[in-house]
């Protein structure tokens, strides 16, 4: 993958979708959204890394979950009432719910460790879209980053204000009522998040339409609460405990540009099978 080129031109040059290491590769002692769970995805080959963003108090930005303080730092407070200098003194867990040496990395560490190796999404880009906008730019990594937001008028007016430049791509929830006419933004396709296979959004002629317009669509097989279905069930465990076919497989057969999971090499493995 060449990142000098468009990303247009390299999901051309590949059959296979872009792989989508959700918050990097994690597991036993090595916490989500750190620098070691990056430095795996890009080992086990991730064409893409999404991270999260959170702000703190002062304005300082880290990678982290925002919402999720109380399991990987075992604080009640959220980051966003922290001042910068507190984030950095503390230590995240394992899967386990025990102290580790890692600590939550600096949005700015972050990009630079990934600078000119892969594609970046951001996530919680909305958390705050003119500082963030901001170290993307100074960082020099605008021609690799992804954001999102939901496709209310107040995120597209902000993401039009400070990110018109930046890759965007809206979140769209069962049925696009938003990318056909969408103006003042580098919109380069959708995330898809479908409770049914019948829902409007991932019906093949559909598909076939945003292809034909030049865009991408990106699904996910993560599953990150079971209540909130977003892939209609075509998800990373029923790959891993039924078929491939019935996960991965779907989401291929349904020309997915991108899909994000949580099990990298699992599918990088059944997509090598798969040819």
């Not at 051309?12 to 002692?29: D, E, S």
């Not at 999404?121 to 730019?137: A, H, L, M, P, Q």
């Amino acid at each position: 993958m060449d990142l000098n080129k468009s990303i247009f031109e390299n999901r051309k040059a590949q059959a296979a979708p872009f792989l989508v290491a959700h918050r990097g590769v994690c597991g036993a002692n090595v916490p989500c959204n750190t620098m070691t769970a990056f430095k795996i995805a890009m080992d086990q080959g991730a064409d893409v890394i999404e991270l999260d963003v959170a702000r703190a108090k002062d304005g300082g930005l880290f990678v982290f979950h925002p919402g999720m303080e109380h399991v990987f730092l075992r604080s009640s407070r959220p980051i966003s009432d922290m001042e910068s200098r507190e984030v950095e003194e503390m230590f995240l867990v394992n899967q386990d719910s025990v102290a580790t040496s890692y600590k939550v990395p600096t949005f700015r560490e972050v990009l630079d460790l990934l600078k000119g190796r892969v594609y970046i999404n951001v996530d919680k880009f909305w958390t705050d879209v003119e500082g963030i906008s901001k170290v993307i730019r100074e960082a020099g990594v605008a021609e690799q980053v992804i954001v999102k937001t939901s496709t209310d008028e107040r995120s597209l007016n902000e993401v039009r204000k400070y990110a018109p430049d930046l890759m965007f791509m809206p979140l769209v929830r069962e049925v696009d009522t938003v990318t056909e006419g969408l103006s003042g933004i580098h919109l380069i396709g959708a995330e898809l998040l479908f409770s049914t296979e019948s829902s409007p959004c991932i019906q093949p002629e559909y598909i076939d339409k945003m292809h034909d317009r030049g865009l991408l669509v990106w699904a996910n097989s993560i599953i990150y609460n079971e209540r909130d279905v977003i892939s209609a069930h075509r998800t990373d465990d029923i790959s891993l405990s039924d078929s491939p076919e019935k996960g991965w497989g779907w989401l291929m057969d349904r020309g997915m540009d991108f899909i994000q999971t949580d099990w990298l090499l699992a599918l990088k493995h059944y997509i090598a099978s798969r040819k």
